[in-house]
């Protein structure tokens, strides 16, 4: 193995997903991802289940991710973690595992925000798929965040709009539950979304200023809705279940997009990147096309298994951090709450 590349060990385990890669360079080598099921029977991630879980799939995840890689762990020249935000007990698991094994190695620690990872995703060398030119606009959009961030450089990030209540996976999932589908129910109201009319109930959009979010209201809307049509017909989720996925995700779509537009003007960039879960959502997919030839926007939306939780994206920053020689100290503990 040649002498100047760089083999980063990235760990990712801020909600319910444990997840382990191998990067050499900017390219990945493995992405292992062990997605906790027990919390499909609670409807919502549960933190101390989550936690116990992420204890239990931590050894076995980075082992396969060695293997996999076809790489011994004395190739490693750093590991990069997720430090935060998301929920304490399981970033505790995956921060002092970190810790624990750069120690051992005597290799260097590097912290890593997961919100700039998902951003910084874009990054990863991937066939077919083009970095994005700074400065871009990154709309992260997950079951956790909602944000709109003018990304000046790696690390030169402004968060310049995010949701006020509900994150804009909650407002999915949420509406989803009210519907009577299985959590997480972002994906199926996709999936119904595309055999049905998206302007068959029309949903008000909140009033939010600036750039900023709130879907706190509209899962509240969705509730009202329903409750009242069931009073009048006890079939109407079954009868009408595609028309109101596809209303709710026509809705959702449109306030995503209404502020993108009013960011692009904002700060005249026209370059757009996405991440996070919900960027699987085809119709926020589409959307983006059209702004393409709607707005002139140059859009980026990266592959599928870096838009959910997962460790490559830990590893890219760890790679870029690595080359600016950005590490850190054993002192280092997690945070359930940081901004950039
Ligand atoms: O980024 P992610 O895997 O985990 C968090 O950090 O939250 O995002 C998960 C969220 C869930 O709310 C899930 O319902 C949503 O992404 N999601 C979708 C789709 N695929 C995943 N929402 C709408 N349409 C989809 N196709
Ligand atoms: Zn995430």
Known sequence: MSSQNVYILGIESSCDDTSAAILCNDQVLSNVVASQKIHEQYGGVVPELASRAHQQNIVPVIDQAIKQAG???????????????????????GTSFAKSLALSLDIPLIDVNHMQ??????????????KPEFPFLALTISGGHTQIVKVNNHFDMEIIGETIDDAVGEAFDKSAKILGLPYPGGPLVDKYAQSGDPKAFPFTKPRVDGLNFSFSGFKTAVLYFIQKQLKENPQFIEE?????????????????????????KETGIKSIAIGGGVS??????KALKDGEFKYGWKTFVPKFEYTTDNAAMIGIVGYLKYLQQDFTDMSIVAKARIKF
């Open 71 to 93: 790489i011994t762990k004395s190739d490693l020249s750093a590991i990069a973690f997720t430090r935060g935000p998301g929920l304490m007990g399981s970033l505790l698991v």
């Open 117 to 130: 990872a998902h951003i910084l995703a874009h990054f990863i060398d991937e066939d077919e798929y083009d």
């Open 240 to 264: 009408n279940l595609y028309d109101v996925c596809a209303s709710i995700q026509y809705t959702i779509i449109n306030i995503l997009i209404d502020k993108l537009k009013k960011a692009s």
């Open 280 to 285: 699987a959502n085809s119709g926020i997919r």
